[in-house]
């Protein structure tokens, strides 16, 4: 792409005075400059005093604004259902019977069970075909190749909703529609996301290696699952919990392909808690609040085991994108 | 000398790399991405074209398509609930998107500068993120229910009286827009990385020349890493087109009959409707077509003002 080195901003311009202008240009005289360095000196301690004592104060605000609902959330699930709403942190009346009544009045156990099958099949199917995908589009060079991958990066671009309704219809006359397949079996073929970020990782790689392995004779399979795929491990890593957490919390799929309660995956059993014990009438919000804290529970402990995986793999889809 | 030497041995390791591809190795790669190939056939390239067929028909999934040439498209017109819902997505998407860029970068530089505990706030942060959308949806109707939500008791601390963020149709949606900011944690992590890659001497070079910080922040943090800010920007716009879970928990489903949700109305709702509740596969597939040129043709401004405005360290992305 076209680089404008050398370009300032257009926009803002007039709200700041010129600070930067031409750099080599002298100051008016020697004596002001060292002036004005001399009142910068003298009022720095004091305001990055302040300055720091107010970021301090920021960032502790900022945290507690986004840790508060979690523990507000969980506080809730402990209380009886008069105190639901009391907004206290510490429950006034502790008790444990919210989980025992939602175990008792929801299928939670198959639930979970639906979730875990799902969840494991796509992360594991989407990480094993992305990985052979990207491998085939960093390693070899083919005709095509470029403008394929380019139709790769492109299908990232499709909104979801263009290729629903099709979707379902093939599923359908698979007859498949009601049962959990549809919800992972779309990852056997690999997700243009995983690819691109498997790619990228695999060309980091020194093929020197590649190439010697070749030579003594490793065929093409051996070279990808026995040298590269262990190099690539962090990619891995981060591509099954990146998919892990995409399918536990996937909704809309659950909506459009599961009817029977006993199919439900979390997400659409909490919709439906939702739908009965929250504003359908029942106002049991107690029990929607515990069923929320089952449902999230599994992905705050998945992002404690894999923090590390997660923070460097965001950090990376800005900047090298 | 030695750098044509160096040139000249490049272009004989090049050539012969690439001699060395041969139609056993080309074959092999076939095989390799042929995963995706398969995939994109069935999943994405059938789809397209079939749902642009289906966009011309009448069709309820249980008796064969009829067509109708372009009446879906007439009807989507003429529709007040095509109009409420794309104007509701619009008004989510516009306000939306550049809040969260700009709450990302604040928090970001806030993270940059807190040394040793950034570790932990980045954490804190972030958490809110592995929440599922469902979940988020019931916590939006908790904690901003007008009664007995933590907002608008932590509102009347100070003397105001908060609004019916959940019954109100004027403030649904800049309740959901809040709550969504409460999962901004990747977007701080994203601008936070791109933060450390503007080299110091920059910074240093205009501190020399009596720059204070909220100049150097417009003048160099900000054009350095524009081409973050506009990857978000881009990336968030399409996402909050398509916005669908946390307002479709809160406001739609089974549940929901005591008070109008048309204020949240969104585009991907009503098109999910449409679908699969009165089972108008046409309609709904015109609909998918629609959204998909808007979306399209907003990234493409996009790109195209990034290109003008944005300064690429380096220049080969």
């Not at chain 1, 990055?48 to 979690?70: D, K």
């Not at chain 1, 699930?77 to 919210?98: G, Q, W, Y």
């Not at chain 2, 989510?92 to 530089?109: E, F, K, M, R, S």
């Not at chain 2, 920059?202 to 054009?223: C, E, M």
């Amino acid at each position: 792409m076209t680089a404008v080195e050398g370009t300032p901003p257009a926009a803002s311009t007039p709200l700041v005075a010129p600070v930067a202008e031409p750099l080599p240009s002298s100051p008016a005289t020697p004596a002001a400059g060292a002036k004005a360095a001399q009142g910068r000196q003298r009022r720095r301690p004091v305001a990055s005093w302040l300055g720091v004592t107010l970021r301090w104060l920021a960032l502790l605000a900022f945290s507690l604004l986004f840790v508060y609902p979690f523990l507000w959330l969980v506080s809730a699930s402990f209380k009886p259902r008069s105190e639901v709403f009391d907004n206290r942190l510490i429950p006034r009346t502790f008790t444990f019977d919210n989980y025992l009544q939602v175990w008792r009045e929801a299928p939670l156990g198959v639930w979970m069970l639906n979730t875990v099958i799902v969840t494991v099949l796509a992360a594991l199917t989407v990480t094993i075909s992305s990985a052979m995908v990207a491998w085939g589009f960093a390693y070899f060079q083919f005709r095509g190749r470029k403008a394929l991958f380019g139709l790769v990066v492109a299908t990232m671009m499709l909104p979801g909703a263009v290729t629903l309704i099709p979707t379902f219809l093939i599923w359908k006359s698979l007859g498949m529609v009601g049962t959990l397949t549809p919800l992972w079996a779309g990852n056997l073929f690999g997700s243009a996301f995983y690819i691109f970020l498997l790619r990228q990782f695999f060309l980091g790689l020194p093929r020197e290696l590649f190439e010697a392995a070749k030579i003594d004779g490793a065929n093409n399979w051996t070279i990808f699952v026995r040298l590269a795929l262990p190099l690539c491990k962090p990619a891995i890593i981060l591509t099954l919990l990146f998919e892990f957490q995409a399918a536990w919390t996937d909704l809309m799929r659950a909506l459009v392909y599961l009817r029977d309660s006993s199919d439900f995956t979390v997400p659409r059993g909490l919709k439906a808690l939702l739908d009965r014990y929250g504003f359908g009438g029942e106002w049991h919000w107690e029990i929607v609040v515990t069923a929320s804290v089952i449902t999230t529970v599994p992905m705050i402990v998945l992002f404690f085991l894999g923090q590390r995986h997660f923070v460097g793999g965001i950090a990376g889809t800005g900047t090298k994108g | 000398m030695t750098s044509g030497l160096l040139a000249t041995s490049k272009a004989v390791r090049h050539s012969e790399r690439k001699s060395a591809v041969s139609a056993h190795d080309s074959r092999a790669a076939w095989l390799f991405i042929s995963p995706w190939l398969i995939g994109f056939a069935i999943f994405t390239a059938w789809p397209l074209i079939y749902s642009g067929y289906l966009s011309l028909t009448d069709y309820d999934v249980i008796n064969a398509p009829n067509f109708v040439g372009l009446d879906n498209y007439r009807q989507l017109a003429a529709d007040p609930k095509i109009a409420q819902s794309l104007g509701n997505t619009l008004y989510y998407t516009v306000i939306q998107v550049p809040l969260h860029v700009l709450v990302a970068l604040g928090l970001a530089l806030l993270l940059q500068r807190a040394g040793r505990a950034s570790g932990f706030f980045r954490t804190a942060f972030f958490l809110p993120k592995m929440t599922p959308p469902v979940a988020i949806g019931i916590m939006l109707l908790l904690l901003f229910n007008g009664q007995s939500g933590v907002i608008n008791g932590v509102l009347g601390w100070f003397g105001f009286q908060g609004p019916s963020w959940t019954t109100d149709p004027n403030w649904v949606k800049p309740g959901l827009i809040l709550m969504s900011l409460w999962t901004v944690g990747s977007s701080v992590i994203i601008v936070l990385a791109a933060l450390r890659e503007v080299p110091d001497h920059l910074h240093d070079a205009a501190k020399i020349d009596g720059a204070n910080s909220w100049q150097r922040l417009v003048r160099i943090t900000i054009p350095m890493i524009g081409g973050t800010l506009f990857f978000l920007l881009i990336v968030n716009t399409i996402a909050s087109f398509q916005t669908f879970t946390e307002a479709y928990t809160a406001y739609f489903g089974s549940g929901n009959t005591t008070y109008s949700n048309d204020a949240a109305l969104f585009y991907a709702i009503y098109l999910f409707q449409q679908g699969f509740e009165y089972l108008h596969m046409g309609y709904a597939s015109a609909m998918a077509w629609v959204l998909f040129a808007i979306i399209m043709a907003v990234t493409v401004v996009q790109l195209v003002l990034s290109k003008k405005f944005v300064f690429y360290l380096g220049g080969h992305r």
